[in-house]
């Protein structure tokens, strides 16, 4: 089993596990061995999961200000856990391949192999809401077409998407590509970094 496929199993068991009960507040019960790469993946779409209800909750028209404050801090807490999440994927890969010995033109990707995966994610998210769109009776038969034109879309996006991770690793592991590590430098959380709350903290 290639490493996308088994990124796509593990995605679509957590997303499947999620709406057994499709609530935000369900705690995580992750199945696999903790530091495995497979238990890294399931929180990484956990998290997903759980930030695209919270996206689609706050986008109601009558909401109440006071909670959609809730839930903005709440995405924000869940932005800050995603790239926590593909950073800790990246630190599994980078030793994986640490000892890789580099050719002497090795290039250098335009992303992390994770954050690749966390296009992945997303996809096996955006692939499961799309299908239940298609086959949705209170929706028009209209709507239902489109939906799936849509989706064949999407499943080509996965298939590419898939394919280029397979090859990214190889070229990895066998030197033409050298694996990097980058903090993203989320700015807008930290108190030392985001001016809005530095000067919140000085006039204490």
């Given amino acids: 089993m290639s490493f996308s496929e088994k990124a796509w199993k593990v995605f679509n068991q957590s ?11 369900t705690e995580e019960q992750n199945p696999y061995k903790e530091k495995t790469l497979e238990n ?12 695209w209800h919270l996206e689609d909750l706050i986008r109601e028209e009558n909401i109440d200000p006071e909670y959609a404050l809730v839930l903005k801090r709440l995405i924000d807490s869940s932005n800050q856990k995603r790239t926590d999440a593909v950073e800790y994927i990246d630190e599994w890969f980078f030793r994986k391949y640490k000892s890789s010995s580099l050719k002497k033109k090795a290039k250098i990707n335009t992303e992390t192999p994770a954050w690749a995966v966390d296009r992945l994610s997303i996809l096996a998210l955006k692939i499961y809401h799309m ?5 949705r009776r209170s929706a028009t038969e209209e709507h239902r077409v489109t939906c799936h034109q849509k989706l064949l879309i999407l499943e080509e996006q996965k298939k590419d998407l898939s394919s280029a991770i ?4 190889v070229d990895i592991k066998e ?6 590590r980058y903090k993203q430098m989320k700015m807008y959380n930290d108190k030392e970094l985001n001016p809005v709350l530095y000067q919140l903290k000085k006039n204490e």
Avoid: M
């Fill in 131 to 135: 299908s239940l769109e298609v086959f």
């Fill in 166 to 169: 397979d090859d990214l690793l």
């Fill in 40 to 51: 890294l993946l399931y929180s990484k779409n956990w998290i997903d999961t759980v930030q």
């Fill in 15 to 25: 997303i499947a596990d999620y709406h057994t009960k499709d609530e935000i507040g």
């Fill in 175 to 180: 030197g033409r590509v050298q694996i990097k």
